[in-house]
Structures are given as C-alpha cells and as structure tokens.
C-alpha cells in the first residue's frame, strides 16, 4: 500500500506556540519545548515505513531532506485538517494525519494507525483530553466531514468518530494517547518517553 503521513505543526515561536504552559514556562522555553515535541514527532515518522512524509506547516519551517512542506491554509483548525488532506494526499491509498503534541508516539503506532485501513475505512486515535491525536483516512476527500466539527472541546473526539460512522464509513480506534496541552501535560508525557528531545526539553524548563 502507498502510505503518507502529514505532520500538522506550528512554527516553535516565542509567544505563538504552547502558550498554556505559560506559566510557569516563559514564551521562549514553551516555544523550546514545542521545537524537541516537532523534532521527537519528525523522528518517529522517519521511522515508518511511509512512502511519502509531509510537514503541514504553520508559519516559517523548513522540511527534513525526504519531506514535502505544505503550508497550513487560513481557518480554523478543522478547515486546517480538511484541507491539509485533499491538498497532501493525492497520491497516497491511505494517508495519518498527527499533530505536534504527542511526542511519545512511536514508528509501530504510526505504522499500525495506517495499517488500520487495510481493514477499515478511517481509524480514528482519541485523547485524553477528549480530543484526537491520529486520524488515518483510505480516500483523503472524507476528511471533508470533519471540517465543521468544533475542536479543542471535550467531545470533539467523540464527535468526529460518531461524523466519520454516521456517514457509513468503517473506523478502527487506536490508543488513548494523551496530548501536550499544559505543564501539567508535559510533565506527564515527558515520563512515559524519558528518552527523547522532549523530555530532556521538558526536565530543563519544568524541573
């Protein structure tokens, strides 16, 4: 299968990305946690097996050597994502969208979260938060029935799984995985992956 992961991300700017860690970060060192969270991200999808790898980027980034760079279009994130698969994945049979803010996620998971449409339509990745932090779309037009779906509220995973079902499609669950939101967040997720950029990112701005 010709396979394609997008990595939806935010330039790491000061005072433009992970402002809810602030406090106790300071715009500078959130924007440093954000830069190792992209970097761990980029690091596992290099690991796949993907055939193709996207950066969908908002702001000024530069693509790894391999990688497509594909500017975010303006809207709101839903609009974001919607846009980022009908614009990236043309010529992938099945395409994983992820974000910046699990940077425990590891190659299999990545692996396995596209894998799922070899069986299923979509699969769909919830957060803790109640968000969602991998969707795996077979034909990328589909994420068109995501883009009114609310975002950053405690049902917009559900929502967007009872979307992609009501529509008739078939959608495998993968793990719970738990987003980097607050300090909070990153202090936790820091200790289920000791051993990567963020981490060390995490220990050196949050103690």
Do not use: N
């Amino acid at each position: 299968m010709r396979t394609q992961v997008l990595v939806l991300a935010k330039a790491p700017v000061p005072g433009r990305v992970k402002t809810r860690l602030c406090p106790p970060c300071t715009p500078e060192q959130a924007a440093a946690v954000a830069y190792a969270a992209i970097e761990d991200t980029l690091d596992a999808v290099d690991a796949t097996s993907a055939r193709w790898r996207t950066l969908v980027a908002d702001g000024v980034m530069t693509a790894r050597p391999g990688w497509c760079l594909v500017p975010q279009r303006d809207g709101d994130l839903g609009v974001r994502i919607a846009s980022a698969f009908t614009a990236a994945a043309e010529e992938a049979e099945a395409t994983l969208l992820i974000g910046m803010d699990t940077p425990q996620v590891r190659p299999d998971l990545l692996d396995a979260a596209v894998r799922a449409a070899d069986e299923a339509d979509a699969a769909l990745g919830l957060a803790e938060d109640g968000g969602w932090w991998a969707l795996t779309l077979r034909d990328p037009a589909h994420a068109t029935l995501i883009q009114e779906i609310p975002t950053s509220r405690p049902d917009t995973g559900r929502r967007t799984l009872a979307a992609l079902r009501a529509y008739g499609l078939r959608v495998a669950e993968l793990p719970v995985l738990r987003d980097v939101d607050t300090a909070a967040d990153a202090v936790e997720v820091a200790r289920r992956c000791p051993d990567g950029r963020f981490a060390a990112a995490v220990t050196e701005c949050l103690g």
